[in-house]
């Protein structure tokens, strides 16, 4: 079992920047793809962003394009999104997720973390 540690959450305000950490325990041969999302109160969870561990393919969800970077550190297996710019709607948990493809879809991603908190004030 992968686990998987996010941190980097917080409380900032409209048209700051975060940087968020996803630190996995271990890579596997399944575990080709890392990604992002997010859960608003009240809200579904969504995707946010996803990469392969070669950095190669990223894909992004069209509320964070040109905001939000995704990133990996192959040597030390962690996963980072780089958010700028940022609005009172990207409030959220953010999950990180790995997977085995890069893809917008859930149930793609076997592995979840417990979720960090951003908070974004206006």
């Known amino acids: 079992q992968v686990q998987l540690v996010e941190s980097g959450g917080g409380l900032v305000q409209a048209g700051g920047s975060l940087r968020l950490s996803c630190a996995a325990s271990r890579r596997t041969f399944m575990m080709r793809a890392m990604a992002w999302f997010r859960q608003a109160p009240g809200k579904e969870r969504e995707f946010v962003a996803a990469i392969n561990w070669s950095g190669s393919v990223t894909r992004y969800a069209d509320s964070v394009k040109g905001r939000f970077t995704i990133s990996v550190d192959n040597a030390n297996n962690t996963m980072y999104l780089q958010m700028n710019s940022l609005k009172p709607e990207d409030t959220a948990v953010y999950y990180c997720?790995?997977?085995?493809?890069?893809?917008?879809?859930?149930?793609?991603?076997?592995?979840w973390g417990q979720g960090t908190q951003v908070t974004v004030s206006s």
């Open positions: 997720a790995a997977g085995h493809t890069v893809a917008p879809l859930q149930a793609t991603f076997g592995s």
